[in-house]
């Protein structure tokens, strides 16, 4: 069996990380999110008053910031997962939160922030073995990569999974709220002009609006065995 690159993409909640987990789990492989990178990156600018009071990016003092801005990720025993951690600093937690999800595109525009993180991540990819996922990696940053899956759901489903995901870890939102910004990210995320999020025209797609969790593994580790068997 070859060693592959997995690139997964898709809509905000569609379900990628989860899928992408999985699959790393279980193969082998190392998992790396890409989202959590950008959001690590708008955590420092809200922190450092990069953002302005109207939601918009001071670009010329985030640009100027970027290299001391230092992400990496780390397994922690306590919690039995890899977090995020920005210059030393575990932030998985906060990256998360729907803050962070209301200024994250907008960073996410940034070129010079998308050249900062690609240039990460494919050195990540350097020697295989990974899944990682994302909006562009299937078409930007692992172009090459040999497994490509596009996820797709409706904006409703996909909210109501991350409105779970939030409730669940006890933080105060309603569901319009959280709607609104799976909708305002895809907007933003699709018609940017750097590296927009678009499906790779080799990519496989996937729609899970119907799937359960279990389905849908099946379907990748099927799928990931017949690519890196050939
Ligand atoms: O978890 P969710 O799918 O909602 O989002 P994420 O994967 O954590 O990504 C957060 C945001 O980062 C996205 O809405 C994009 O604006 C940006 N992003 C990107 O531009 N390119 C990537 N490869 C990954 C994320």
Redesign the pocket.
Known sequence: MKKIIVAIDGF???G??TMAKQLAAAVGYAYID???M??AITLYAMRHGFIRPDGSVDTAALCAALPDIRIEFRYVPEAAASHTFLNGEDVEREIRSLEV?SH??PV?AVPEVRHALTAMMQQYGEAKGIVM?????GTTVFPAAEMKVFVNASPEVRARR?YDELRAKGDEVDYEQVLANVQE?DE??RNRKESPLRQAPDALVLDNDNLTREEQSAWLLDTFRRIADE
């Open positions: 905000s909640s569609s990628k990380s890409s989202g959590a950008y959001r999800s994250v595109s996410a996922d994302g909006r562009d990696i991350r990210r933003i995320d």
